[in-house]
């Protein structure tokens, strides 16, 4: 049948900033300018206007208009647009909307931590649940995992990290991505006179920022799967996952199945170079010993990685995520962007191969661009041309995006070529508005501003489909995201996701079973559903919360200085 998405009246449910740009969108056949009108929570009206015809936006296969209200300079609760009898969902504008959303954004990690309890003090009674993989009977304990059979003769103590998704494997390669997003997040406000959000996790209150702290609760883990002798010493297992996928809803402490750690890669083995050398300089001033580790930790992986430059993971596979690579000249250039900047060795720069493009971004997969990334965080390494010649780069990628997002009916940064969108497009997008905020940064142009800050629009309800992406924020906000211990659909007992998690998004590729059912023929920005089934469209990832972290730390701090 026909799917309902509500009000054609498309805003951000979360809200809009007092100082950010404001505008909707509105689903309509309609050739004309139509009119509308803001609403108060009495149902007063504050501002009116004409929209602006645009057309078919390709993504969502409708036909749009434009609503802009920037004019209107107050701000409050519940607000609502209206065309005709047409009302949005209600929304506030004001400072300090992304505040909590800021706060939950990061909360996501520790409630995934592996190895320890999650307890109610933290996170209320609903979310507590026991350590996960200590070897506590069921587990099988990731403090001794063995290699695949046949792989290796050791085994490895793995404990801690957190769990990827809404399975319980922990994968190097994209665990490392968020890792790094969450330190570049520290960065970028230690930079910014930003002092961030206090967390409420078990570290709080070592004087050490929390966000750092839980970091590092993955970093310490990233660490641990170097392999630590022998032939391949120095590289880095690429995962650990179950022997199988196991059924759903299931809490990680429950899981009886043997894990095995999964053959080193090379791209594994750059990614901890990569995350080690930004550890490294980021904690010297917090803990020189941990910053020291980090350093010998992705030195060594570096040289182990020149000495084994092409060992790929394999496509495929059962019981957890393939993140499989078979291009690593990326990962290589990414790691030795970290390193130069870490170290200021020439010879780490002359490996830096790759630039930042638009049509790539970055990802877990294409880690060329954060070569760039790594270096605008520490432009003072590079020559003045070359500081000039790395802000252009950027600013013409950003560029694209503003294009992309204003040439759409939905302001959205994300345009793939193809116009078929990718399993986690809402990370694309998310990582498409921290290339904008970067250029923002670097260029103090308010264009770029301001598309960072649209780009939230999108994933909060600004979009073909009424949906708020993220748990607890919007009034259509996603709550089946599929993951094992977040899966009150199954099973009234257990808790929704905790608020604060984004979902992976619309897939053109509906490649698990609920979407096959119930999505044939979407548009590309229209293929997802929120049923806990549907892993291709509405799982939850590390490397995707960490992406909404940081963006949602750069609307917050816009906003509040
Ligand atoms: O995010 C990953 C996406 O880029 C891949 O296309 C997809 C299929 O290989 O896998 C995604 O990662 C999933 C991982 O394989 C297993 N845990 C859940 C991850 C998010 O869905």
Excluded at 171 to 182: C, D, R, S
Excluded at 270 to 290: E, H, I, Q, S, T
Excluded at 408 to 413: K, R, S, T
């Amino acid at each position: 049948g026909v799917r309902d998405f509500g009000s054609p009246v498309r805003v951000n449910q979360l809200g809009y900033l007092g100082n950010g740009p404001r505008r909707a969108t509105y689903v309509t056949d309609a050739v004309d300018a139509q009119p509308w009108r803001l609403l108060d929570a009495t149902d007063r009206v504050v501002s009116s206007g004409f929209s602006t015809p645009y057309g078919l936006d390709a993504a969502a296969g409708t036909r749009v208009q434009l609503i802009d209200f920037g004019r209107y300079r107050g701000s409050g609760q519940g607000f609502r647009l209206a065309v005709g009898d047409q009302l949005s969902e209600p929304f506030d504008i004001g400072n300090g909307l992304y505040r909590s959303l800021r706060r939950d954004s990061l909360a996501y990690f520790y409630n995934n931590r592996s190895g320890i309890p999650i307890e109610a003090r933290y996170v209320g009674e609903e979310y507590a649940r026991p350590a996960g993989h200590v070897g506590v009977a069921p587990n099988q304990g990731d403090t001794s995992v063995p290699c695949l059979p046949g792989t290796c003769d050791y085994s490895l103590d793995v404990r801690g990290g957190w769990y990827d998704a809404g399975d319980h494997g922990k994968y190097v390669v994209n665990g490392a991505l968020a890792a790094w997003q969450l330190l570049d997040l520290y960065e970028r406000s230690a930079q910014h006179r930003d002092r961030g959000v206090d967390l409420r996790i078990p570290e709080a209150g070592n004087r050490t920022p929390d966000v750092l702290d839980e970091a590092r609760w993955e970093i310490d883990f990233l660490l641990r799967m170097q392999v630590p002798s022998g032939s391949l010493a120095g590289m880095v297992h690429h995962k650990i996952h179950d022997v199988a996928w196991t059924g759903m809803p299931l809490l990680p402490s429950a899981d009886p199945q043997p894990r095995y750690l999964y053959p080193p890669s090379t791209a594994a083995t750059l990614n901890v170079a990569a995350v080690g050398a930004r550890c490294a300089r980021v904690y010297a001033a917090w803990d020189k010993a941990f910053a020291a580790r980090c350093l010998r930790v992705a030195e060594r992986a570096w040289k182990a990685a020149a000495a084994h430059p092409a060992v790929y993971a394999p496509d495929g596979g059962v019981g957890g995520g393939a993140y499989d690579d078979t291009k690593v000249s990326d990962e290589f250039s990414w790691a030795a962007a970290e390193l130069f900047v870490a170290t200021g060795k020439a010879s780490y720069r002359r490996s830096i191969t790759t630039v930042l493009k638009a049509a790539d971004g970055f990802s877990w997969q294409e880690t060329g661009g954060l070569a760039d990334l790594a270096l605008a965080r520490a432009p003072w390494r590079l020559p003045l041309l070359d500081q000039w010649k790395l802000r252009q780069r950027i600013a013409a990628v950003a560029d694209v995006y503003v294009a992309a997002l204003r040439g759409q009916g939905y302001a959205n940064p994300y345009k793939p070529a193809d116009g078929k969108y990718v399993w986690g497009s809402n990370s694309a997008v998310a990582n498409s508005a921290m290339i904008l905020a970067i250029a923002h940064d670097l260029t103090w142009s308010g264009k770029y501003r301001d598309a960072a800050l649209e780009s939230l629009d999108y994933l909060l309800g600004r979009n073909a489909i009424n949906q708020s992406y993220v748990t607890g924020y919007g009034e259509r906000a996603s709550q089946n995201q599929h993951h094992r211990f977040w899966a009150k659909s199954l099973d009234p007992a257990l808790p929704s996701p905790y608020p604060g998690s984004l979902a992976g998004g619309p897939n053109s590729g509906l490649q698990d079973p609920v979407a096959q059912r119930n999505l044939q023929g979407c548009a590309a920005a229209t293929c997802y559903t929120d049923h806990i089934g549907s892993y291709s469209t509405n799982e939850v990832a590390v490397n995707w919360n960490s992406a909404l972290a940081w963006i949602t730390a750069f609307a917050d701090a816009e906003n509040s200085s």
